[in-house]
Every structure is written in C-alpha cells, then in structure tokens.
C-alpha cells in the first residue's frame, strides 16, 4: 500500500524538477492597476472575452525572460493608461536551479540625461543590467495569433521565430545576433557617409562575420537537432494529429556552412563584404548574410511546402515544431521543460487536435499558460489544469 505521504513527496518532488511560476504580481500593467496570481505547477488556462486582458497576463509572464516580451512593444507602452507611467511585474519562480524572485519594470522618472527610463530588472532582490540575466533562470517559447501567419509571413518573422526558440538552450546566440546587428548598423552608417575604406569599416566587418557565421552555425546546428527530435517523434507516434514536417535553412550562408568549416566561411564573408562595398552603399543595406537566411518548413506526409497548406494544417505544423523544440529544451536542459505562453491556442485547432495537445503539455510537465475566449474548448483539462477568469481588468480563479 503507498501511502499518502509517499504521494504527496512524489508531488513535491516533480514540481520541484518543473520550471513554473508561484506567484505572479502585476502594477500599473496594461490593464491592470494590480493583480496577483497564486499558482501551482500545473498548466494555467485564461478564459475571457476578447479585450478583457488575457493576453496581457501572458505579456508580464513574457517578461520574466530575456527580451522585450511576445509583443516586442516599447516600454512605455506597457504602462497602464492614466497612470505616472510607472510599472512592474513581480514573481517567484522555480526553476532548475531552485526558486528566484524575479521583478522587473520601468520607473516613471526620466533618466538623468532626459532619455526614456530603462527596464529594470532584479533577481532575488540584487539589481541586474538587463533582462539577458534571466536565460540563467527562465527559458520560454510563445505563439500567439500573429504566429498563426508564420509561414506565410516575411522570412524575418521566420528568422526571429527560429532565434527565440535557439536562446532556450543557447543563452550566447541573443548575444551573438546583437553584436551583429550592431556592427551591421554601423557599417551601413559608414557607408551612406561615403565611407568604402577605412580600420573601422574593416574592423565592423571583421565583427559581422565572426558573429553572423557563429549566428549562422547555431541555427545549422539547431535545425538539425529539431530534425533529429522530429523524426523521434515520427517514429513513437506515426498518426500524430501533428504532422511531422522538414525543416532546414536557405540563404548563401547556410550553404556554404553545410559543405566547408565555419572558419573558412567566416573568412569568405569577410572578404564579401570587403568586395560589395560599393553594391551595399548603393542599396543602403547589407545584401549578403545571415540576416537574409529563411526557414523552410514542409509538410512531411504530403511534401508540401507549409505556406501553401491550409490555415488548420499550419496551426497543426507550428505546433508540431514547439513541441519538438519543448522535447529538444527539456533534453537539454536537464529535463526540465521550457515554460509554454500559448495565446489563442485553439483557433483553428479541431476538438481532437486541442485534446492531443492538451495531453502533449501534459506530458512535458511544462506549466503552459493558454487563453482563450471558450472555457470549454479546455474541458478535457478539467482537474488537471489552473482555470482562471479575466474580465475587465481582473483576474479570478475559476476552479
């Protein structure tokens, strides 16, 4: 007989292996004057009408990673209408290797030299200098409807898309991506002045291609991880509701990387670079680089590229592929599974696709925070998962 206790230490035992927030305090937030949330590991479901707020809920959990959040907006925008233009998002998280407090927000005073005050962020209370401290704590992936457009969107979307999911399991690569576009800038910048030689320009460029070819490699080297875990999943369950699909890169880059080292890639960019000078000041951009890859995503069973399937077949394709990716982190990352922000998960997913899902998450013990305007489209996770109501500018446990 296993007695009560036994169960109860085998409860505490898998929360403590989960990543998944406790507690979760909002101020001044979007529209929220102040919210608290108390919560336990399992999935968090949002139900509310639309406009009642349910995104903004997953907006502040986004925040609790490196980066600007799921809707990448501008700081002050995420203050509450009417109030000092103040704001803060508060939490404590357990994660791998034990549980933080994390806050983080913007202050209402202007700096001292008259810019815009900056992003706060403390964890266990010491100040940090940005939000990139967070990837030693919190790794988390999102959709949301904007999403849904993916594959049929530009191949920047694609791009970022493919970068967020790398940072889970490879905090360096926002790094990477950042330098490079900086020093990108500042050679288009010498450029447009006319500049075609000089140290400086050459030392940019020396910059560019040691950060886009290491950029470049991350995302071989991801993309062909993400294959390996989606032919695994192809095998275990041949019937998935969840197509398996092909994924791989496309760009000059990429090709080049496939067949010869990265260091010799690295040196032909180099000297690229060098040679279209005259070409990209002409453009006013660089034409050349990781910055102009795509990801090519098919349908496996029916070998169709994913932009030309249906609406229902692209949601069914992008959530294979998170899924994969949740697979892929939580390997990774000691098996802890990434936290999931799941805005409208349901739209355009059929009663047995959402039911699969559900169990998927599941599965993956990732806290996985949906939304949603139909309760019931959530009713196989009854039992299972938090229910909360948000409904002009509150947030309320349903049951």
């Known amino acids: ?23 979760l305090s909002l101020t001044g937030f ?14 968090v479901v949002l139900t509310g009408p ?23 907006a501008p700081l002050a925008d995420l203050a509450k209408t009417g109030g000092d233009g103040s704001w803060s998002v508060a939490a404590r998280v357990h994660t791998a290797v034990g549980p933080v407090t994390i806050g983080t927000g913007r202050t209402a005073t202007e700096r001292y030299d008259n810019r815009p005050a900056a992003r706060l962020v403390r964890i266990d209370g010491e100040p940090k200098s940005g939000s990139g401290a967070l990837a030693d704590y ?38 990477r991506a950042n330098r490079f576009e900086r020093a990108m800038a500042q050679r288009n910048r010498l450029l ?56 791989a890169l496309e760009g000059a880059v990429d090709a080049d990387l496939a067949t010869r080292p990265a260091v010799d890639v690295e040196d032909a960019y180099a000297r690229r670079l060098r040679e279209v000078r005259e070409r990209d000041r002409g453009a006013g951009r660089a034409l050349d680089g990781p910055h102009r890859s795509d990801l090519a995503v098919a349908h496996g069973p029916k070998q169709t590229a994913a932009r030309l399937c249906s609406t229902g077949e692209q949601k069914a394709l992008l959530m294979g592929l998170l899924l994969a990716h949740a697979e892929l982190v939580t390997a990774r990352r000691d098996s802890v599974a990434p936290m999931m922000l799941l805005d409208e998960v349901t739209a355009h997913l059929d009663g047995d696709r959402r039911a699969a899902l559900f169990e998927e998450l599941l599965r993956l013990g990732t806290q996985a925070w949906m939304t949603g305007t139909d309760r019931d489209a959530f009713s196989s996770l009854a039992g299972r998962a938090q229910f909360w109501r948000v409904s002009d500018g509150f947030v309320t446990r349903a049951g």
């Not at 959709?143 to 905090?171: K, N, Q």
């Not at 294959?227 to 695994?232: D, E, K, L, T, Y």
């Open 1 to 23: 007989m296993v007695s009560a206790t036994t169960h109860e230490a085998s409860a505490e035992e898998q929360a403590a292996s989960r990543l998944w927030v406790e507690r």
């Open 50 to 72: 639309n406009g009642s707020g349910k995104t903004n809920v997953l907006e502040a959990v986004s925040l609790l990673a490196p980066g600007q959040g799921l809707r990448q």
């Open 30 to 43: 979007r529209t929220y004057a102040s919210a608290a949330l108390e919560l336990g590991p399992e999935p």
């Open 138 to 175: 919190v790794e988390m992936v999102w959709i949301t409807p904007a999403t849904d457009g993916l594959f049929t969107g530009p191949a920047s979307e694609r791009r970022r898309f493919l970068d967020r999911l790398i940072v889970c399991f490879d905090t360096g690569h926002r790094t």
């Open 192 to 247: 447009s002045d006319g500049v075609t030689r000089s140290a400086e320009l050459d030392g940019f460029e020396l910059v560019m291609a040691e950060m886009g070819i290491a950029m470049a490699a991350a995302r071989a080297e991801a993309v062909a991880a993400l294959g390996a875990v989606i032919a695994a999943r192809r095998t275990r369950d041949p019937e998935s509701p969840f197509p398996w699909s092909d994924v």
